[in-house]
């Protein structure tokens, strides 16, 4: 029997980890891996009192800080979470565990095209990561789809190692930050291919060439590719919650300013949920809030007043 569960490992989950732990609250963290989104970012540079770090790198900071106030962590996929008296079961992949509260943090999944091909294909050359499979496309010719930051940034980190890199995008402008976008002109080896989407992705054993067709002229044409990375944005997959939590009509879970969802003694933090702006900095925060909002939760189930000052409990000291 936990105190919390925290489900996910981006930076919402770890810092809600760190935050709980340190109210020596037993914390269990359940999540398919450690950093989530965030753990892809080459570099990280807009995190408060950190100049610049790797994603992974950051991610894996935080885990240890957290392990070291006595988080467990169990590399599970959850896949539902049911409440019973005063309790919450939580079923992964593996099994059931048990905890007065439950903190939701697991993030986004990336978006897919759902065009021909583009299922067949992923592990051969169909790839949502540019900056973890980069590597393994060394002097080739690679599509990127999407006109975010993600996008570009992925299109920066492939031109420095592959041959030819092909910018996909259905809008005549990028979305990105301006200084990113800058930096395509510097790229000799980046081709813009404006007001366009990917229409099948084709190959025999591995990604061969995509179809492409002009959104305003209706044209269709096809690009000799080694590989491409969709980065067209994230979307929240919640679908194992929506009879626990109430979602919004974009599939996020709805929260107030204390993180609380519709059910007490359920948080959510971060970009699973519909707060407005998807930032490291501002998931890590939050992650911080539902932490201690869940503190006040458990208080508040063992009938404890929280506008008092709560005995301490000697015996938790290490």
Known sequence: MYDIIVIGAGPAGLAAALYTSRRMLKTLVIAKNVGGQAAQAKRVENYPGIKAISGMDISM??????????????????????????????????????????????????????????????????????????????????????????????????????????????????????ELVCQIEDAKNIEPVLNSVVKEIRGKDVVQEVVIENVETRHASSKKTDGIFIEVGLMPKTGWVKDTVKL???????????????????????????????????????????????????????????????????????
């Open 61 to 178: 900071e935080m885990k240890e800080q957290a392990e070291g106030f006595g988080s467990e962590f169990k590399l599970e996929e959850a896949l539902g979470v049911e409440k019973k008296a005063k309790k919450f079961v939580v079923k992964t992949s593996i099994g059931k565990y048990e905890a007065k509260s439950v903190i939701l943090a697991f993030g986004l999944t990336p978006r897919d095209l759902s065009v021909p091909g583009e299922k067949e294909f992923v592990g051969k050359g169909v790839s949502y990561c540019a900056t973890c499979d980069a590597p393994f496309f060394k002097d080739k010719t690679v599509a990127v789809v999407g006109g975010g930051n993600s996008a570009i940034d992925g299109a920066l980190v492939l031109s420095k190692i592959a041959k030819k890199v092909y910018i996909v995008h259905r809008r005549a402008s990028f979305r990105a930050e301006a």
């Open 248 to 318: 919004d009509g974009k599939n996020q879970i709805i929260t107030n300013k204390n993180c609380e969802t519709s059910t007490p003694g359920i948080f959510a933090a971060g970009d699973v949920s519909d707060v407005l702006f998807k930032q490291i900095g501002i998931a890590a925060g939050e992650g911080a809030i539902a932490a201690l909002m869940a503190h006040r939760y458990i208080l508040k189930l063992e009938g404890k007043d929280i506008t008092q000052a709560v005995p301490f409990d000697w015996g938790k000291c290490k």
